[in-house]
Structures are given as structure tokens and as C-alpha cells.
């Protein structure tokens, strides 16, 4: 989904540091090359600060969604 444009966030479902720790910079370095820095800087900062401030998310290029063909 990151790689096509179709997420608004990366999270995580860690609800503890004990018990499923969560690693956003090891996450955040797997990602493929190909993902562009403005893509992670928008799921990781503007996305969520909007969430906080109550307003709308901001405007975000999408690609488009397709069915492959079976």
C-alpha cells in the first residue's frame, strides 16, 4: 500500500515497550528504496499532525487502485 500511494499512515500496533516493542527507524529502513522520502515524510508527519489538530488531511498525490487481471 506504501508503495502505491493508497496509505495515509505508518503505525504501529506496539502497546507496550515490553511486550511488542515497536522499532519505527529499523521499520522505516526496510523500506524499499523506491518510496519516496515526501510519501514517508507525509504518513509519518502531516498525515498525523492533522489528525491531532483536528483538521482535514492534508492534499496527497494517490495512485491509482487496479485489480490484476487472474
Known amino acids: 500500500m506504501v508503495i502505491s500511494d493508497m496509505a495515509s499512515f505508518i503505525a504501529t500496533d506496539a502497546h507496550s515497550h515490553r511486550g511488542r516493542p515497536n522499532n519505527m527507524l529499523a521499520m522505516l ?6 518510496i519516496k522520502r515526501s510519501t514517508l515524510d507525509y504518513m509519518l508527519n502531516a498525515a498525523p499532525q492533522a489528525v491531532i489538530d483536528n483538521q482535514a488531511l492534508p492534499h496527497a498525490v494517490r495512485g491509482e487502485i487496479y485489480r490484476r487481471r487472474r
Open 29 to 34: 529502513r526496510s523500506f524499499p528504496p523506491e
